[in-house]
């Protein structure tokens, strides 16, 4: 049985930093795609970085240069190190793993940049 469980969200001042991270249990993390979406009120669910099981990352134009993601697969844990946060990263984080046709999303975890 998969199952995604984040934690690390809060409230962060603009410019902070934060550090998100989900456990993933059901995964051979060693050999599956890990990665993390947001998604903001009215907006639709978009993909923020992925992460090869080599540990190749890929991340979406708008935080290219600001997040940074890794993984460690003895821990089957993914992270994502966010810095210089603005007030358009609020969202809800999910945490995502795609395991070959089946794609995964956790609970999700409240990220706030506000002064």
């Known amino acids: 049985q998969v199952q995604l469980v984040e934690s690390g969200g809060g409230l962060v001042q603009p410019g902070g930093s934060l550090r998100l991270s989900c456990v993933a249990s059901?995964?051979?993390?060693?050999?599956?795609?890990l990665g993390w979406y947001r998604q903001a009120p009215g907006k639709q669910r978009e993909l923020v970085a992925t992460?090869?099981?080599?540990?190749?990352?890929n991340y979406a134009d708008s935080v290219k240069g600001r997040f940074t993601i890794s993984r460690d697969n003895t821990k089957n844990t993914v992270y994502l190190q966010m810095t210089s946060l603005k007030p358009e990263d609020t969202a809800t984080y999910y945490c995502y793993a795609k395991l070959t046709i089946w794609n995964y999303w956790g609970q999700g975890t409240q990220v706030t940049i506000s002064s």
């Open positions: 059901g995964i051979r993390s060693r050999s599956n795609i």
């Open positions: 992460i090869t099981p080599g540990g190749s990352p």
